[in-house]
């Protein structure tokens, strides 16, 4: 078993089947030693488990476990490119959030994709990032994270 495979045994945590894409696009790319993911949303056996604003609908902690979700999903996609042991660093994370008017707690939210990349990939997971809030996603979603992962 590989060592990401048995850190994520150890947190109690699955990779999920890789979400088909919604438009015309690939879920992860290499090029060089680099692999970028596309946005991934937070789905959970290829649905979407909530729709709607962070800050409106959606509360705060509720969007922090979407935020795992979508980077527990960008983990998978980025599996599909190399051997989950082949990554170097995270090397950077973008994540979009919903916004209800007046929500400004972006940055909360995308650190629950950061901390599980950290819990995962210990210090190959620190990483740099932006927490964008914006009006809406695809399909409704409160959340959406993509990566960049250096690769061996």
Do not use: W
């Not at 078993?1 to 015309?24: D, H, I, N, T, Y």
């Not at 902690?61 to 979508?70: D, G, M, P």
């Not at 919903?98 to 599980?116: K, W």
Request: net charge negative; proline share 6%.
């Amino acid at each position: 078993m590989s060592a990401v495979a048995a850190r994520l045994r150890e947190l109690g945590l699955e990779l999920p089947e890789v979400a088909k894409p919604v438009a015309a696009y690939v879920p992860a790319i290499r090029s060089g030693s680099h692999v970028y993911t596309s946005g991934q949303l937070p789905f959970v056996d290829g649905r979407l488990p909530e729709a709607g604003k962070v800050g409106g609908s959606v509360s705060l902690e509720r969007a922090i476990e979407l935020a795992e979700i979508c980077a527990l999903n960008a983990i998978a996609a980025l599996g599909t490119q190399v051997d989950l042991d082949d990554v170097v660093r995270i090397v950077k994370v973008v994540g979009f959030v919903a916004s209800a008017p007046g929500f400004t707690a972006q940055p909360a939210v995308v650190n629950g994709a950061s901390e599980l990349l950290g819990r995962v990939f210990g210090e190959a997971g620190t990483h740099a990032r932006s927490a964008v809030g914006v009006a809406v996603l695809p399909l409704d979603s409160p959340v959406e994270v993509e990566l960049i992962a250096e690769v061996r």
